[in-house]
């Protein structure tokens, strides 16, 4: 499908599926087809189906006992109360979709901004989204107020948004990954590699820039939260199984009941009944005892349905409703900092709160306050961060180090070890290295409104909290561009030349950068977890590794998160051949991933080791002591955490997770299916 928009606006050439506009519906029903599939899905519960069928019985003269609205009454008052709560649910869900796809944004149609519903925003359109704003649809970033257009966007197109030209836009299909995309911008006969970095999400909020331009790649039902949100299901509680099968039991024993009294029936008429014709003659049709004691066994059917507890689901839907008023009224469950009270969203699966067996728990942002602090580092075997008297025994010292003499020094950053402003100031070059890398390595923009109060903006707190502790030390990030990297390094500007980024992932475990300095050295930076980074480090740096290696598992058994530092200075001849091929493995439409692993595979290796940093990341208030009341309740925890095996234990004994009553904390280290399967043998 084409797309015009001129005279001053993109042409974009964009080849897709369809034109899917950007209306969602979570909502389970509509007017029409509310009434079937509620009861189609009440008619599930097999009280209810019991019911119907008895209504079915009553209508069949001879063996009716009762009329028939002695059944339809008690069964339309449950299915009335069921799907009265059921309608209220999805009626909520119904405003919730509304008020979605209503939200108001600005689309840029015939060169204008024009309001525009989200509904209504479709695949090619291009819209402009501002700070706190909602992503409206899956968007590939084009422009922002960002200087240079740099908020993760299309570095290119700073220079061109503005101006005519033509350009193709080529993706991968709809799906759910919500971590992966590929893609390829054809521009001025020229191919730009689209991934992940370059796309906004549905679902996510404009953090950290005044505003942008996205272009909707997938709207709707295509885009990747609406792919991985799934059809809205009728859901059943443990007690609606439970009721379900004590149901049948009963079901079980009323037809035992039935039965023995259909034979009992069925025995007197042949043996005695005979006798009485003049008083109880045989009913119309009715010509043996047997088919007699046949036509019993329902009549009795109907007379003992008050055995099974129709009501029972009634009473059980009251309280659920009244216990989801309890949970919004909970006061232990309301957040005064947020004013944030719980809120029961359905009335449908309240008791299994109560039957939890098994927690399943992030850790990073969730046990923790995913606040990261700069805590100790390792340089050139040497550790910082702790502070020893004379005699060599740590001492706890309150006094910070006083970074005053660096105008540009985060005040809110705190460190207690002077050696290492010493080393710094003294010009020592490993030092410098390591902070110069820090300052370098990373995806973090600075944003810099009054002159000198910088804050930087990261995707990672990691990140946030390497770069500050850099800043502090002398290493300043300044600036970024999609080519530049301005640092001001000990009162003195440099800008380096940013030749390429190699991502992380979680299969790497680190990311490198490729920079040129200002005297023209082309050097490779890179940090990641120390069980990747030692396996591609020079011969030369052994013994430097077993001495990091001692501070790294110093710091882990203090909890702390830690990352391995490295450095490659690379050959000019070596590096245009590599970045050649770099180019045409990024625009590549299949096999990207692996193609770009190879090349970066290839380039990190002989890695010189600078050291290693240690950044503390501190529980949130309260989460020793709810462990602990789960643990008390029965209740299996499990936490997933990146760290290394030192910090992951320590991070469990002081959250409460591990305990010294435990007998036997045993640890699985296979790599494959067998070696676990033999460790748990």
């Known amino acids: 499908t084409v797309f015009i928009l001129f005279p001053v606006l993109p042409i974009l050439f964009i080849f897709l599926f369809s034109l899917q506009n950007n209306s969602i519906k979570t909502s389970k029903y509509n007017f029409f087809t509310f009434l079937p599939l509620n009861l189609f899905e009440q008619f599930q519960r097999i009280a209810n189906a019991y019911f119907l069928f008895l209504l079915i019985l009553q209508l069949i003269p001879q063996i009716s006992s009762l009329a028939w609205f002695t059944t339809v009454v008690p069964l ?75 908020t993760l966007a299309l570095g290119y197109f700073h220079f061109c948004f503005f101006l005519p030209f033509t350009g193709e836009v080529k993706c ?60 809205t299901t009728f859901k059943r509680t443990s007690i609606d199984r439970l009721m379900n099968v004590l149901v049948l039991v009963i079901f079980a024993f009323l037809a035992l009941m039935c039965l023995i009294l259909a034979i009992g029936n069925g025995i007197w008429e042949y043996d005695k009944g005979y006798y009485f014709q003049v008083y109880l003659p045989w009913a119309e049709g009715v010509s043996s005892a047997s088919y007699s004691g046949f036509l019993m066994f329902w009549s009795y059917v109907i ?47 309240n008791e299994e709160l109560g039957q939890i067996k098994y927690i399943f728990s992030d850790k990073t942002g969730t046990l923790t306050q995913n606040i990261m602090c700069f805590n100790k580092c390792s340089i050139n075997g040497k550790s910082y961060g702790d502070v020893y008297d004379m005699s060599g025994q740590r001492i706890e010292i309150n006094e910070k180090v006083d970074f005053s003499y660096n105008q540009l020094a985060d005040p809110k950053f705190a460190f207690y070890d002077h050696s290492l402003v010493e080393a710094v100031k003294l010009s020592d070059v490993p030092t410098h290295r390591f902070f110069r890398l820090l300052s370098l390595c990373h995806t973090v923009m600075p944003e810099e409104k009054k002159e000198g109060n910088l804050v930087y903006q990261a995707q990672s707190p990691d990140e ?63 940090k990641g977890a120390d069980t990747i980074l030692y396996e591609l480090l020079h011969s030369s740096c ?11 598992n110093e ?18 001849d070596y590096f245009q051949d590599w970045i050649g091929r770099h180019h045409e493995a990024s625009t590549a439409l299949e096999g990207r991933e692996d193609k770009l692993s190879e090349l970066y595979e290839e380039i990190e290796k ?74 748990l043998r």
């Open 76 to 150: 339309v008052l449950v299915l009335a109360v069921s799907g009265v709560k059921d309608a209220i649910d999805d009626f909520n869900r119904h405003k919730s979709d509304k008020h979605v796809n209503n939200r108001p944004v600005q689309v840029l149609i015939n060169g204008m901004l024009k309001d525009e519903k989200w509904m209504n925003v479709q695949v090619g359109d291009i819209i402009k989204l501002e700070n706190n704003n909602f992503v409206t649809a899956d968007l590939l970033l084009l422009s922002s107020s960002e200087p240079h257009s740099l």
């Open 172 to 231: 991968e299909a709809p799906n759910n990954k919500l971590d992966k995309f590929t893609g390829t911008l054809t521009l001025r006969g020229e191919k730009y590699a689209l991934d992940n970095e370059k796309m906004l999400l549905r679902g996510c909020t404009i953090r950290n820039t005044e505003w942008c331009f996205g272009l909707v790649i997938y709207a709707g039902p295509d885009t990747k939260l609406m792919q991985n949100s799934g059809k």
């Open 303 to 349: 007379i003992l349905n008050t055995v099974v507890p129709i009501s029972l689901y009634v009473s059980v839907e009251i309280i659920r409703l009244g216990n989801s008023f309890y949970i919004d009224w909970d006061r232990k469950m309301y957040y005064p900092l947020n004013d944030t009270p719980a809120q029961a969203r359905t009335t449908t699966l």
């Open 464 to 526: 946030g909290a390497l770069v500050t502790a850099a800043r502090n030390f002398g290493f300043v990030f300044r600036a970024r561009t999609p080519e530049t990297i301005t640092v001001v390094e000990m009162g003195e500007t440099k800008i380096y030349k940013l030749l390429a980024i190699l991502d992380f992932n979680n299969v790497r475990k680190r990311m490198s950068v490729i920079v040129r300095s200002p005297e023209g050295d082309l050097t490779l930076y890179c």
């Open 542 to 552: 052994d013994t430097l590794k077993e001495e990091t290696t001692e501070h790294l």
């Open 555 to 572: 710091f882990a058994g203090e909890g702390l998160r830690t990352l391995v530092v490295a450095y490659k200075n690379l050959d000019e």
């Open 606 to 679: 002989d890695l010189m080791l600078l050291g290693a940093t240690a950044i503390e990341d501190k529980l949130q208030d309260g989460v020793p002591q709810t462990i602990e009341t789960l643990a008390k309740a029965n209740i299996k925890i499990w936490v997933l955490t990146g760290d290394k095996q030192e910090t992951a234990m320590n991070i469990g004994y002081s959250c409460n997770l591990l305990n010294d009553d435990m007998e036997d904390v045993f640890i699985i280290e296979g790599s494959t299916s067998d070696d676990v399967l033999n460790e």
